[in-house]
């Protein structure tokens, strides 16, 4: 049985950092392109970041392009998403997905499993 398992989320000042981590269980970590999206309250479901099965290439949106950075340790099956220069509007539940293929894109359908999800919130 696959588990995603997203931890790290809370209530955080603007312009401070956090770092999410999503501990996965039951598959081959290290074969799988992985993701993170969010969601706001009231939108849609959004692209945050995604990573390859190696952590040597990895896509981000352009709302967190040089704020967030995603990345793995493979040996530990954790993923992580270092957030820095957080604003107001970054607030939302964040979730780690495991992709179906190697890499990583920004197309949820692509993701097989994902995580319960974990709140972060941005005060301004």
């Known amino acids: 049985q696959v588990q995603l398992v997203e931890s790290g989320g809370r209530l955080v000042q603007a312009g401070g950092s956090l770092k999410l981590s999503c501990v996965a269980t039951?598959?081959?970590?290290?074969?799988?392109?992985m993701g993170w999206f969010r969601r706001a309250p009231g939108k849609e479901r959004e692209f945050v970041a995604s990573?390859?099965?190696?952590?040597?290439?990895?896509y981000s949106a352009d709302s967190v392009k040089g704020r967030f950075t995603i990345s793995r340790d493979n040996d530990k099956n954790t993923l992580y998403l270092q957030m820095d220069s957080l604003k107001p509007e970054d607030t939302a539940v964040y979730y780690c997905?495991?992709?179906?293929?190697?890499?990583?894109?920004?197309?949820?359908?692509?993701?097989?499993?994902w995580g319960q999800g974990t709140q972060v919130t941005v005060s301004s």
């Open positions: 997905a495991s992709s179906t293929m190697s890499y990583g894109s920004s197309w949820s359908g692509e993701y097989e499993y």
């Open positions: 039951g598959l081959t970590f290290s074969s799988y392109g």
């Open positions: 990573i390859s099965r190696s952590g040597g290439n990895t």
